[in-house]
């Protein structure tokens, strides 16, 4: 009899907590959705958790979720470091592109005349190999280096990605500010670079015309 009552009382306790349970969540779920701060960039979307706005450049772009990733050595830190070092190294590569399409080949690359970069790289290739092997031992040595450094600096937590205490002026100390204005003209002209890396990348393996010598021509085709 003693077993029955309890077992009822836990029934009825059950059922009348329920929906209140539910209406609970429920509200708590609007609340939260109704109140997280939303992404700068997307304004209909929350904003990633660890897209916290401390990272020079953040707006609060990712859709797809990235910066959640943390698996298999891979993690916003990482990921970080990534856009940064494709950011760099996509200004260089479109400096390098124009400077070379515009006042001719570099000094002992004068067989590399082709106007599309691409196809002055295999004029390049074809004459001097050894100065593609030379540059590719290059890249791998100051890779591997920076990439110990890097990889063995991270546990310490001092670092932030892509921060190689590059700073001859002392900015960073002296004008904080600046040092982080700095930092997001940095990151976005490096985005804005590596669409253009691609850009010229791939319209000189398709049109086989340098990235101003394309822009001339369609401009004439088009008669703007
Ligand atoms: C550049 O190289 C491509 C591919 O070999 C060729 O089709 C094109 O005519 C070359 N352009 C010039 C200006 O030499």
Known sequence: ??????FALLISSISAFMP????????????VALNAE????????????????????????????LSNINDVGIDLYWLREAEIKH????????????????????????????????????????????YIAFALILITIIETISGIA??????????????????????SKSEPEK??????????????AMWAASGLLLQGCTTHQGGIEALQSSIQANSF
Not at 47 to 60: E, I, Q, W
Not at 98 to 125: H, R, Y
């Open 1 to 6: 009899m003693m077993k029955l009552t309890l």
């Open 87 to 130: 950011a760099r190294v996509a200004m260089l590569a479109v400096a390098g592109i124009l400077q070379v399409e515009i006042f001719g080949p570099a000094p002992g690359c004068e067989m590399a005349t082709n106007k599309s970069q691409m196809d002055a790289f295999w004029q390049l290739w074809n004459a001097h190999p050894q």
């Open 179 to 192: 040092f982080r204005r700095l930092q997001v003209q940095e990151i976005k002209n490096g985005r804005l």
């Open 150 to 171: 890097v990889t063995s600096s991270r546990p310490s937590g001092s670092r932030a990605p892509g921060d190689f205490y590059l700073d001859p002026l002392g900015f």
């Open 20 to 31: 209140t349970g539910i209406t609970t969540s429920i509200k708590s779920a609007k609340y």
């Open 38 to 65: 939303k992404s700068a960039s997307l304004p209909f979307m929350n904003r990633p958790a660890l897209l916290d706005g401390s990272m020079a450049g953040d707006v609060g772009f990712d859709p797809l979720g």
